[in-house]
């Protein structure tokens, strides 16, 4: 078996290589002709479209691996029958589930990364694409510098507004905040020059403070030229997070803007969605192997053509349905989020484990051993 194995993954790390290769320089293709107008308006020279598309490395694989692997597994299964080689392994004894076996730890290897890079590195290639895009065209594109960031929290029943907020230095000009009490009414609001993060609590400078009475009307104000609010502690990271997109965030980042957000259900289904599609989406590299090693191991005459087509309409239906039941999960219509990722896996899992073991006998070598076991198991009851 460990001449198998090493075997096995020789031929198919190949292929991999190949058409990892292949998928990376189509989706460079495809993104290049979107953005060729503004590399072309702005003159940006080779080098730094290289630099750009070589930031976009993490980004990409979440794309172009499960089409990778499903292709590559395909062709190096098509490769072993035209040479008669899986004949061969099953003349020898090799029984379908430890031929299958190479191809499922070197898939298992390939989740395994995929997982770490949706879980940060992708999600950060993301930020900054879009920073370098904003650049490309002359825009500002500061890290974590938000202008004109309003944020609303609900459950300590105050509305928030910064001017800048810079979340690298914890500190904020043209800030406002307004304290409401629980039926809605202003109670106090502050206007402030600059604000700071002490990594407790916030700290103003050049304060007006407006007190509000029952009625609405203005009660006091006053002004203070540095006024610690010991009662506000929100961090500046969890203020920016808001204005984050979803597939800007890594897991701990979503985890912790899920977590601690008191924005509504109806917003918080997207962050939600996108949390679990982190989570479960690496398993469709195993699922979507399923459906090649289904057409690769026939060894019967056929031509190898419909079973290829018939692979890659699988990889485009799945792809075409997780998204459509994700951007439903979005936007809290039909599935909540946690069902709008698992639905098509498990839909697409079991249809692939369904046809891979009627291919092979697996249901009919349970069902012997079932019987077997039934045996075994009545036989002491009919001799007691």
């Given at each position: ?201 916030w700290r103003l400078t050049g304060v007006l403070k407006i007190v509000f009475s029952a009625t609405g009307g203005v009660e006091d104000q006053k002004t203070y030229e540095e006024l610690d609010l010991p009662d506000i502690t929100t961090p500046p990271k969890q203020l920016s997070l808001i204005v984050s997109q979803p597939d800007q965030l890594t897991l701990s980042e979503l985890s912790q803007y899920i977590t601690t957000s008191t924005a509504t259900q109806e917003h918080l289904a997207s962050y939600r969605t996108e949390w679990w599609y982190r989570v479960l989406y690496p398993f469709s590299l195993i699922i979507l192997m399923l459906f090649a090693l289904i057409q ?89």
């Amino acid at each position: 078996m460990s001449i198998y194995f090493r075997y096995l993954f020789a031929r198919l790390f190949i292929p991999f290589a190949v058409c990892l290769c292949g998928c990376t320089l189509i989706w460079i293709m495809a993104d290049l002709y979107g953005n060729i107008d503004d590399f072309l308006e702005h003159k940006i020279n080779l080098l730094m479209i290289l630099r750009f598309y070589s930031l976009q490395i993490p980004s990409m694989l979440v794309q172009v691996l499960p089409a990778a692997l499903l292709i590559s597994t395909l062709w190096t299964l098509l490769a072993l029958n035209r040479r008669c080689e899986l004949v061969a392994f099953q003349s020898g004894g090799m029984a379908p589930i430890w031929l299958f076996s190479p191809f499922f730890a070197f898939g298992l290897i390939w989740v395994l990364v995929l997982a770490f890079d949706m879980n940060w590195p992708a999600a950060k290639a993301q930020v900054t694409r879009d920073r370098l895009l904003q650049q490309v065209k002359g825009q500002n594109a500061k890290s974590n510098v938000f202008i004109n960031l309003p944020y609303i929290d609900s459950v300590n029943r105050r509305i928030w507004f910064f001017q800048t907020l810079d979340v690298n230095q914890s500190k904020a000009k043209g800030v406002e905040i307004l304290q409401r009490d629980a039926n809605g009414h202003d109670m106090v609001k502050y206007f402030a020059r600059n604000g700071e993060w002490t990594g407790e609590f916030w700290r103003l400078t050049g304060v007006l403070k407006i007190v509000f009475s029952a009625t609405g009307g203005v009660e006091d104000q006053k002004t203070y030229e540095e006024l610690d609010l010991p009662d506000i502690t929100t961090p500046p990271k969890q203020l920016s997070l808001i204005v984050s997109q979803p597939d800007q965030l890594t897991l701990s980042e979503l985890s912790q803007y899920i977590t601690t957000s008191t924005a509504t259900q109806e917003h918080l289904a997207s962050y939600r969605t996108e949390w679990w599609y982190r989570v479960l989406y690496p398993f469709s590299l195993i699922i979507l192997m399923l459906f090649a090693l289904i057409q690769g191991a026939r060894t019967d005459r056929r031509s190898p053509v419909p079973g290829i087509v018939w692979t890659i309409g699988v990889l485009i239906a799945y792809i075409v349905l997780i998204n459509g039941c994700m951007a439903l999960g979005k936007h809290s219509r039909v599935f909540s989020p946690f069902m709008s990722v698992i639905t098509m896996e498990v839909i697409f899992g079991a249809l692939g484990l369904h046809l891979l073991a009627l291919s092979n006998g697996w249901w009919w070598q349970l069902l012997e051993a079932g019987k077997k076991w039934k045996t075994l198991w009545e036989e002491p009851e009919e001799k007691a």
